[in-house]
């Protein structure tokens, strides 16, 4: 008992020191990287003219020059707000949104045939072989594993909205409330960029999602 009780303490300190450290390293280093994206673009040529027939619906009906205005802005503003902690868990989803289009445009193969083939492309050059493009998409798919805490457990203590939950004397981010709604949340916020690369597997999450959310209804 001795030892469990030390283990306990010991993590429960962990884990409170962590909120105040793992969320800002996030959102440090992810909103430094999405402004370095965005302030290349706006200070480059719109390449998106040659890629817009690869861009997933509906983005595609906006055309190349918006949908470049769109992305451009969309990682400029976010990444800020990304870096300050305000409405940290709305520009992280924003960013997974961004990021997962640009995975499906530029990253994805074209076609697979099964994850062993699709597990080729995790990697950060190009890979092709025999005229095939198998993908590159390490990175941006290492962006999105990496924004999917900051929607869940939003931008911790260093952030402008513990200023705000603070400032309301709201409890904010300590309350947990573990129920089927909650199971219907991580299913949607899955399904959104699962549809764009893997639009099967995206509409069940999406499926299962709305299903969460009618159970309480008939119960």
Known sequence: MVFTDFYDDLTARLRAGGEWLWPLGLRLIL???FFQAGLTKLNGNNWFTNRIDNFPQPFKL????LSWFAATWGELIFSV????GLFTRFAAFSLIVITA???????WPSDWSGLLELWKGYSVSRVVEDGHFFGN???????????????FNG??????????????????DSRRIGDVIAAGFVFLILAIPL??????????YLAIAALCFAIPRFS
């Open 31 to 33: 909103g430094y990287e």
């Open 62 to 65: 906006l055309g190349a020059d």
């Open 81 to 84: 707000l990304l870096i300050v």
């Open 101 to 107: 289009v640009a995975i499906a445009t530029i990253h």
């Open 137 to 151: 998409f390490r990175i941006p798919l290492l962006f999105l594993l990496m924004l999917l805490p900051l929607v």
């Open 155 to 172: 931008g911790g203590k260093l952030s402008v909205d513990q200023i705000m939950l603070l400032l309301t004397a709201r409890s904010g």
């Open 195 to 204: 549809i764009f690369l893997m639009p099967i597997t995206g509409f069940i």
